[in-house]
């Protein structure tokens, strides 16, 4: 079992920075990979990330190329997502998900565990 824990959401000002931090636990953390979902209220959960085990590949959605950055820190267990230029229709919850396969994914059926969610909200 992995337990994901998902912090650092809140309210911010268009245009401004969050960064998105999740814990992993329960298995080795350089063993998974890693992505992290976004679901706004009334839509489907959309890909916005995802990372290797090793944090050397990465992949993103287009709507947030050049604003997000993911990344992971193995020796801390942590999954990180820097998000800069922050727009209003990225106010949604944020998941973290892990997949013990080697490969990374945008559909969300590759991922085999999931966090609670934090609440991202960007006001105009």
């Known amino acids: 079992q992995v337990q994901l824990v998902e912090s650092g959401g809140g309210l911010v000002q268009a245009g401004g920075s969050l960064r998105l931090s999740c814990a992993a636990s329960?298995?080795?953390?350089?063993?998974?990979?890693m992505g992290w979902f976004q679901q706004a209220p009334g839509k489907e959960r959309e890909f916005v990330a995802a990372?290797?085990?090793?944090?050397?590949?990465?992949y993103y959605a287009d709507s947030v190329k050049g604003r997000f950055t993911i990344s992971r820190d193995n020796a801390k267990n942590t999954l990180y997502l820097q998000m800069n230029s922050l727009k209003p229709e990225d106010t949604a919850i944020y998941y973290c998900?892990?997949?013990?396969?080697?490969?990374?994914?945008?559909?969300?059926?590759?991922?085999?565990?999931w966090g609670q969610g934090t609440q991202v909200t960007v006001s105009s």
């Open positions: 329960g298995r080795t953390f350089s063993m998974l990979s």
């Open positions: 990372v290797g085990r090793s944090g050397g590949s990465t």
């Open positions: 998900a892990a997949s013990i396969t080697d490969t990374i994914s945008s559909f969300h059926y590759h991922y085999d565990y």
